[in-house]
C-alpha cells in the first residue's frame, strides 16, 4: 500500500514558469513531510520540510502548500531554472514510520 | 564532515555471488537506514537502525538480504546469493533521531549490477 501518492511522474516546465509537484497521504499520524532532490548520479538530499501546524513554508523559490484536512501538500518551485532539472521527491515521516513518494522528475527548458 | 560514505560506488557481479554494501555514515548521528531505488518501485526503505539496533526490517525483500550495523560508525548490506532482479542503486542514509526534524542525510549510493 502505498503510503505517499505523489503526481505528477514527470513534468516539463520552461524557464521562468512555475512547478508544482503534489502529494497526498493517509496517516492522519505523519507530523513531518519533507521534500527532497536528486539529481542524476547523487543520493536525494533535504529540499525543504514542513509540519502540519502550518499551512506554507517557503524557503527562496520553493514552497511547500500544506492542506491538513484534505490530507495533501504540494511543492511549488517559482522562476524554474534549468538548474532546477532534477527528481524530486515527498516524503511523510513520524516516529520510526518513513515514507516517500514514487518521485517526480522535472525537466525545465531553457 | 564528509557525510555519508558509501563502498563500492559501482558492483557488477554474477548471479549467485554474495555482495557486500557498505556504509559509514555521520559521526554523531544515531539512526541508519538502507534504501533501494529502482525505476520500477522507486525509492524502497530496506532496514533501519536506531542505535546500532535494528528497529524495522519490513521492507528487507526476502531472507537473501541481510544487514548489520556492528557499531556507530559502520553498516553492511549483504545479498547472498545475489539475482539479476537485485540490480539497483542502493542508498545509505543517516540522522540525528530524537531532534526536531527527521532529516536523513543520503550517501552517494552504490549502484548493483548483477548479470
Known amino acids: 500500500q502505498q503510503q505517499v501518492k505523489q503526481s505528477p511522474q514527470s513534468l516539463i516546465v520552461q524557464k521562468g514558469g512555475i512547478s508544482i509537484i503534489n502529494c497526498a497521504y493517509e496517516n492522519t499520524a505523519f507530523d513531518y513531510f519533507p521534500w527532497y532532490q536528486q539529481f542524476p548520479g547523487k543520493g536525494p538530499a533535504l529540499l525543504i520540510a514542513i509540519r502540519p501546524d502550518v499551512s506554507e513554508k517557503k524557503e527562496g523559490r520553493f514552497t511547500i502548500s500544506f492542506n491538513k484536512s484534505a490530507k495533501q501538500f504540494s511543492l511549488h518551485i517559482m522562476d524554474s531554472q534549468p538548474g532546477d532539472s532534477a527528481t524530486y521527491f515527498c516524503a511523510a515521516n513520524t516516529g520510526n514510520q518513513f515514507y516517500f513518494g514514487t518521485g517526480t522528475s522535472l525537466t525545465v527548458i531553457p | 564532515d564528509a557525510g555519508v560514505i558509501q563502498s563500492p560506488r559501482h558492483e557488477v557481479t554474477e548471479m549467485g555471488q554474495e555482495v557486500t554494501l557498505r556504509c559509514k555514515p555521520i559521526?554523531?548521528?544515531?539512526?541508519l537506514f538502507w534504501y533501494r531505488q529502482t525505476m520500477m518501485r522507486g525509492l524502497e526503505l530496506l532496514i533501519y537502525?536506531?542505535?546500532?539496533?535494528?528497529?524495522?526490517d519490513s521492507g528487507m525483500p526476502e531472507d537473501r538480504f541481510s544487514a548489520k550495523m556492528p557499531n556507530a560508525s559502520f553498516s553492511t548490506l549483504k545479498i547472498q546469493p545475489s539475482e539479476p532482479r537485485d540490480s539497483a542503486v542502493y542508498f545509505c542514509?543517516?540522522?540525528?533521531?530524537?531532534?526536531?526534524?527527521?532529516?536523513?542525510?543520503f550517501g552517494p549510493g552504490t549502484r548493483l549490477t548483477v548479470t
Open positions: 537502525f536506531n542505535n546500532n539496533v535494528p528497529i524495522d
Open positions: 559521526s554523531g548521528h544515531n539512526s
Open positions: 542514509a543517516s540522522s540525528l533521531m530524537g531532534q526536531a526534524t527527521y532529516e536523513q542525510y
